[in-house]
């Protein structure tokens, strides 16, 4: 990669500041007072930071950017490196100041300065690295349904490590190794071009275009989809069959209903900007930070923006279904997180959860006893309660003593079989009755689980790794009708993720709607961080 302009300066600098050090450390008369002044400098410096303050007295507090020496030389070299190229993975330069850096070392005349220079350089590394390799907002401080666990690295390792590594192959080991982050990066680059050169050109001036329609709106949309590369070049004016199928594929592309039919909703799609695009993929890298670490060779991803759930296997998706989500309002939204499953519950009982139980079912039962017959009741010591004994005007939210269980059946809400991954949130993937929402295009309808449109097959899938004919072996505990827990063998990794931009290993970038505003917010901050598009382009 060719080096920038300020890296050069930057070099140039850092060459000259090597005489400034060499006149520094040197004096034979002054050796000990000044290495002595030197560390005091970097004791009282770091004393603020625990890490640097621990890094640095485990080191003797000896430097190691301020050296005379070709490792000192090397990594100096290679954070300056770094962080000219920190755009490259959507980070913003100047939040890491290397001029002030510069500036610092530029003007250093004593041991003592070269003290408080050597433990700013630290913490400007500590800053980039824990950026590259983990992100730089925290997520939950973002939106209070992102949940996630970042993988944070201790900061003293960051150190420790550095020290006994190549420089510059430590910097290219920090961002995450996923093929996901390897494509999110290859179409930020495609796209900062194709902005710079223009972007997409002119918008769809219509509200919505059929095939066979010839109007010059026509034109503009062929155009488009040209410049987006869902189709070859033409200098047709017609709505024909090649248009059509262009249309589809970038419907498909989209989420949309792949009709071939450009209606308001494909035309909205269409006529984003560029600049949309590409903020959609770097919140998308920053997001990808948050998940870096191993997913498991064999992992679920639920995508929430997509309504859909994968297994994947060696990066390949293996399976894949149709999911419901959380209602898009304050107490159903489902939240972000990862956890591993455990096993499978076929013929489940749907243990109501409170904040259901006394929000939906306690009103209807207040209004009639028999309503919501369906569910059971249960006291404190697990017996089943008649409701004909219960006054249920008595109670409210914060006194209803009653538990509620649904009995297994076709009928139950959680379906015929739910998959587990116990956590904090009460989350879990499950099957429904309620089929025809599937048929819907935006899904999100659940109170926070997700529910799968074939949960039978994705049982299958699941219990192939376990068992010789998985199919047999469900139906068979199935028809016993029977509430029973499957344990699987090896505990199965589940991402659940919120993309409006993600990959697949062949085939266009995939694009969806920010369903809960959360990467909207997330790119705000992200802005307020000092990432902006125009100074990444290049």
């Avoid at 610092?104 to 005349?109: G, N, T």
């Avoid at 490590?161 to 192959?169: D, I, L, M, P, Q």
């Avoid at 096993?343 to 959860?353: D, F, H, K």
Wanted: charged content about 25%; overall charge positive; aromatic content about 8%.
């Amino acid at each position: 990669m060719l080096l920038t302009a300020s890296y050069t300066i930057h070099r140039w600098l850092l060459a000259g500041i090597a005489t400034v050090l060499m006149a520094i450390l040197v004096l034979p008369t002054q050796v000990s007072a000044q290495v002595t002044a030197f560390k005091q400098a970097v004791a009282e410096a770091a004393a603020r930071d625990e890490a640097l303050s621990d890094f640095y007295r485990a080191n003797n507090y000896t430097g190691i950017w301020t050296g005379n020496d070709r490792k000192d030389r090397q990594r100096r070299q290679a954070l300056m490196q770094a962080i000219a190229e920190s755009g490259v993975h959507g980070l913003p330069a100047e939040r890491y100041d290397a001029d002030n850096l510069m500036r610092l070392m530029k003007s250093a005349r004593t041991p003592r300065d070269l003290g408080r220079v050597e433990v700013e350089m630290s913490r400007t590394f500590l800053r980039l690295a824990r950026d590259m390799q983990t992100g730089m907002l925290i997520p939950s401080n973002v939106d209070s349904g992102i949940v996630r666990e970042v993988p944070y690295r201790d900061p003293t390792s960051y150190l420790t490590n550095f020290t006994k590594s190549n420089a510059r192959g430590f910097f290219r080991a920090l961002p995450p190794k996923s093929g996901e982050y390897a494509r999110l990066l290859k179409a930020k680059n495609r796209l900062e071009r194709q902005m710079s050169a223009g972007g997409w050109g002119a918008k769809v001036p219509a509200n919505s275009l059929k095939p066979g329609s010839s109007e010059a709106a026509v034109v503009a949309l062929r155009n488009r989809l040209t410049a987006m590369g869902f189709l070859a070049r033409s200098s047709s004016s017609s709505y024909d069959t090649k248009l059509q199928q262009a249309v589809q594929r970038f419907q498909a592309a989209h989420g949309l209903e792949a009709d071939g039919t450009a209606g308001p909703s494909t035309i909205q799609e269409i006529n984003k900007p560029i600049e949309a695009r590409l903020a959609s993929i770097m919140v998308a890298m920053e997001r990808e930070r948050w998940l870096n670490m191993p997913r498991g060779k064999r992992h679920i991803l639920v995508n929430l923006t997509d309504f859909s759930a994968r297994i994947i296997d060696d990066d390949k998706v293996t399976f894949e279904t149709r999911a419901v989500v959380g209602k898009n309002v304050s107490d159903r939204r489902s939240p972000e997180f990862s956890d591993e499953m455990e096993y499978l519950e076929i013929n489940p009982t749907w243990n109501v959860p409170r904040s259901i139980a006394v929000k939906e079912y306690l009103p209807q039962m207040k209004r009639n006893p028999g309503a919501a017959g369906h569910l059971k009741l249960y006291n404190a010591s697990g017996q089943q309660v008649s409701r004909a004994n219960v006054n249920f005007a008595a109670y409210n939210a914060r006194n209803f003593p009653f538990d509620l269980k649904q009995p297994p059946s076709s009928r139950n809400a959680l379906g015929l079989v739910k998959f587990m991954f116990p956590n904090k949130y009460n989350i879990y993937l499950h099957d429904t009755p309620s089929k025809s929402l599937f048929l819907r295009n935006k899904r999100d309808f659940s109170h926070g689980c997700i529910r799968l449109q074939q949960p039978f097959d994705f049982a299958y899938a699941l219990l192939a790794k376990q068992e010789a004919d998985p199919k047999t072996f469900f139906h068979k505990i199935l028809d016993t009708r029977r509430q029973t827990q499957v344990k699987l063998k090896k505990k199965v990794p589940v991402h659940i993720i919120y993309r409006t931009a993600f990959t697949q290993a062949k085939g266009p970038m995939q694009y969806r709607n920010d369903v809960y505003g959360r990467d909207a917010r997330i790119w705000d901050a992200l802005q307020k961080a000092g990432v902006s598009l125009s100074a990444v382009r290049g």
